[in-house]
């Protein structure tokens, strides 16, 4: 909290459940949060790649997966919450239903923030992860200081593109 008193007024307590108010994070950690409502629960440090391989296919390194020690999510918690993440993409009326065109399901969270309204300027977010029945990738897009007229590419236009290629890429290597 920026300001202790805050924590007092109910409607600015509120505000922080859906991500307003104080609520302050990095895309790595809101794609680190997807990663772990994922997976049930079970918070592990972020890592971009599993190894890194020469060109002849032996491994150069190879990164483990390592837990995070501390406070959890319950698995309970984390099926709820994966529910509603898939809602948000699976309703006709979602605010990612853009994303069931995809050739594979996917759970998310979308946000938008007014950051300037004098010049009319809004954040744009979408954090999720898929393939949704066996979670293999989280990622969180941003688009910052988006003009509102201008906002017809929305993070979530930017996510759906990202999970194409990657599923184009997996496909082509499959093959």
Known sequence: WVNDEYKKDKKL?????IGQQDVQATPLSV?????????????????????VQY???????EFKDTKIEGETISPATAKSLQELLRGVVETEKGTAAMLQSLPIQ???KTGTAQTDQENGKINMWF??????????YALAVVRLDVKVDQA???ATAVFKDYVQEIVQIENSQNH
Request: net charge positive; glycine share 10%; no cysteine.
């Open 13 to 17: 307590v509120a505000q922080t459940g």
């Open 31 to 51: 794609a680190n949060m997807m990663a772990t409502i994922a997976r049930g629960g079970e918070r592990r440090m972020v890592k971009v790649v599993s190894k």
């Open 55 to 61: 060109h002849n296919l032996t491994t150069a390194a």
């Open 106 to 108: 996917i759970a998310g």
């Open 127 to 136: 954090a999720g992860y898929f393939p949704v029945e066996k979670p293999k």
């Open 152 to 154: 017809n590419t929305s």
